[in-house]
Structures are given as C-alpha cells and as structure tokens.
C-alpha cells in the first residue's frame, strides 16, 4: 500500500530536515580517509550512514586480535586470516550504505601516489602515529584540501582542523618532541629510521566521540557550514566530561608552509 506521505520510504528522511546538512553535496564529495584502525572504523560508519559515498581508506595493516575491542567492522576470523583493515572498512561502509561508495587502498599512506591528495575534497586522519600524522598534514595543505585529524589516548583526544592556504598546520602546533620524533624518519643521513612509538591506552567510547567530531566538522564543511566549523583544535576529556576549544597559531617558521 502506497501511503499518502511515505517519509519513511527516504533513507536521508531526517537528515534532510537538519537545516544545516546538505545531503547532496554530501553524497558528491570525495573523502580520503587515511587510517582503518579504531577511529577509522568509527569515522567510516558515520560517514556511511551521514551518506558519503565516495571514499577511500587507506592503511597498510592487517587485523590484530588487540583491535577487536575497537572495531565494529572487524571480526575474530579477521585477525586469524590476516586480513586488510582497509578492505573490511571499505566492505563495512559499503554494507552500510547498500551499494559501492568505498574502495581499499593497502599502502604505506607514504607511497600512496599524491593524487590521492589533489583527487579528494577533503581528508580525515585517523592516524595512530606522529610520522603518518606529518605526512598527511603536509600532502593535504599542499594539495589545498580541509584535514581533520583526530588523535586520543586514554579518556582524553583531540579534533584539529586544517585549512589551507592560510590557517594553522597540525606541525604549528607539535612540540619539541613530537617534531624530533618526526625527523627521525626523515633524517638528513637519508637513511630511514625506524621508531617504534609506544602503544597508547585506548576505548571504544572515547574512539566514538571523537570520530563522531571529526565526520560532525567534515559534514559541515561539505555542507557550506564552515561557520558552525571549530576554528582549528577541540580538546576533549572524557574523564571530567569537559570539551575546550583552543587556538593553534600559525608557525611562521613552520616547514609545510614553505614547500
Ligand atoms: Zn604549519
């Protein structure tokens, strides 16, 4: 039976009645998400079901049974196999949005080609490490693409966004450390280093409320919200339930802007 008002029969049903979400450029745009770990698992399912549909996730690992407190996409077999994180996101999301919206890149994100890069619109980083982190911060301000990065340990995380040409980079805001950590890798001997960061404290519940900003501020910006949009870095601590919004100033000595 045909029912006089069907409002059931539109899978985007009510998100089209949030007066700040334009589901159609939503569907339009191009999303590189790099990282299928605990956030991208996240991420992928709320870009999913906030309807993207074209996205590629990248990463170059292979399920652990450690991940499964994390990952609704992966199952035990999954570890057993060896399977690709990538491919089991992207065959997640594309469950999710019933037909083909995401495909698998199982490549170190460092050799991925640069169009990459220049091919999407906008690039999340769920990123688990200093060196991914400053390779995709400084690939999607060249390439001129909006970077959300996220990042947690423990009960606390935090949201940065990244808007060139102008706004301030996530290497603006790094410390001493994080930034010897980073030229380790690509030290002037030119010969690669390998650093082994340690493992961090990680939950599911801390994992979802930042991948829930992190697709929150890219919807915005596919929408043409960027006014609603964080200026560049959330704070967010689990443990007293507070969120602050902090201000990174451009480096004026930082690298990725002089390249
Ligand atoms: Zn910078």
């Given at each position: 039976?045909?029912?006089?008002?069907?409002?059931?029969?539109?899978?985007?049903?009510?998100?089209?009645?949030?007066?700040?979400?334009?589901?159609?450029?939503?569907?339009?745009?191009?999303?590189?998400?790099?990282?299928?770990?605990?956030?991208?698992?996240?991420?992928?399912?709320?870009?999913?079901?906030?309807?993207?549909?074209?996205?590629?996730?990248?990463?170059?690992?292979?399920?652990?049974?450690?991940?499964?407190?994390?990952?609704?996409?992966?199952?035990?077999?999954?570890?057993?196999?060896?399977?690709?994180?990538?491919?089991?996101?992207?065959?997640?999301?594309?469950?999710?949005?019933?037909?083909?919206?995401?495909?698998?890149?199982?490549?170190?994100?460092?050799?991925?080609?640069?169009?990459?890069?220049?091919?999407?619109?906008?690039?999340?980083?769920?990123?688990?490490?200093?060196l991914?982190?400053?390779?995709?911060?400084?690939?999607?301000?060249?390439?001129?693409?909006?970077?959300?990065?996220?990042?947690?340990?423990?009960?606390?995380?935090?949201?940065?966004?990244?808007?060139?040409?102008?706004?301030?980079?996530?290497?603006?805001?790094?410390?001493?450390?994080?930034?010897k950590v980073a030229s380790l890798r690509f030290s002037c001997t030119g010969v690669e280093t390998v650093f082994h960061e340690?493992?961090?404290?990680?939950?599911?519940?801390?994992?979802?409320?930042?991948?829930?900003?992190?697709?929150?501020?890219?919807?915005?910006?596919?929408?043409?919200?960027?006014?609603?949009?964080?200026?560049?870095?959330?704070?967010?601590?689990?443990?007293?339930?507070?969120?602050?919004?902090?201000?990174?100033?451009?480096?004026?000595?930082?690298?990725?802007?002089?390249?």
């Amino acid at each position: 039976m045909i029912r006089p008002f069907d409002f059931d029969g539109d899978r985007f049903d009510r998100s089209r009645r949030i007066d700040w979400l334009d589901v159609n450029a939503i569907s339009q745009t191009k999303v590189l998400m790099v990282g299928a770990g605990a956030l991208g698992n996240e991420a992928g399912k709320n870009l999913a079901l906030s309807g993207f549909r074209n996205i590629t996730v990248v990463d170059m690992d292979t399920v652990a049974v450690s991940n499964l407190s994390r990952c609704l996409f992966f199952r035990e077999s999954d570890a057993a196999d060896e399977r690709f994180k990538a491919e089991l996101v992207a065959d997640g999301i594309n469950g999710l949005a019933g037909g083909r919206s995401a495909r698998a890149v199982t490549a170190p994100i460092e050799e991925a080609a640069s169009d990459l890069f220049r091919g999407s619109d906008v690039v999340l980083g769920c990123l688990d490490n200093v060196l991914a982190r400053t390779h995709v911060n400084g690939q999607s301000y060249r390439a001129g693409k909006l970077y959300v990065d996220g990042g947690m340990e423990g009960l606390t995380g935090r949201v940065m966004v990244v808007r060139p040409p102008d706004g301030a980079c996530l290497q603006c805001g790094m410390n001493k450390s994080h930034a010897k950590v980073a030229s380790l890798r690509f030290s002037c001997t030119g010969v690669e280093t390998v650093f082994h960061e340690p493992r961090l404290a990680a939950e599911i519940t801390t994992t979802s409320v930042l991948a829930a900003i992190m697709v929150r501020e890219i919807a915005k910006h596919t929408s043409g919200r960027d006014d609603l949009m964080l200026s560049n870095m959330l704070y967010y601590d689990g443990k007293q339930n507070r969120m602050e919004e902090l201000e990174i100033s451009r480096n004026p000595d930082c690298l990725v802007h002089h390249n």
